[in-house]
């Protein structure tokens, strides 16, 4: 009989099934050699890790995601900072230049 090459191809996709598992009949774990069952353990782990590592990715993208709003947040912080700090000198600066005005006053009084 010719082998069809898409028959080959799903057959090589499934796992190893049981000769006696039909759709009427399923084969039990009791049937099922260590190898038969070591072949289904090692698929059901596959199939469980690859959503545990798409959700173990989304966690660290949503992370990354909170990382980065925060560090924006922190720039924008330290700008607004930086400009309070810049008008607080100044107006310290202004604030020293009154006063002197005022002592060189008060001394102008007091010599009078």
Do not use: F, W
């Not at 090692?42 to 990354?64: G, H, P, S």
């Amino acid at each position: 009989m010719p082998s069809d090459g898409a028959s080959d191809d799903v057959k090589a996709s499934t796992p190893d099934i049981h000769p006696s598992d039909t759709p009427i009949h399923r084969a039990t774990i009791l049937q099922m050699t260590v190898d038969e069952l070591d072949t289904m353990l090692i698929a059901m782990r596959e199939r469980r890790m690859t959503q545990v590592n798409k959700l173990e990715a989304l966690a660290k993208v949503r992370a990354d995601d909170s990382i980065l709003s925060i560090y924006i947040k922190l720039e924008k912080s330290i700008a607004r900072s930086r400009k309070l700090l810049a008008a607080a000198l100044a107006a310290e600066g202004k604030l020293e230049v009154e006063l002197r005005k005022a002592r060189l006053l008060a001394v102008e009084c007091s010599t009078q």
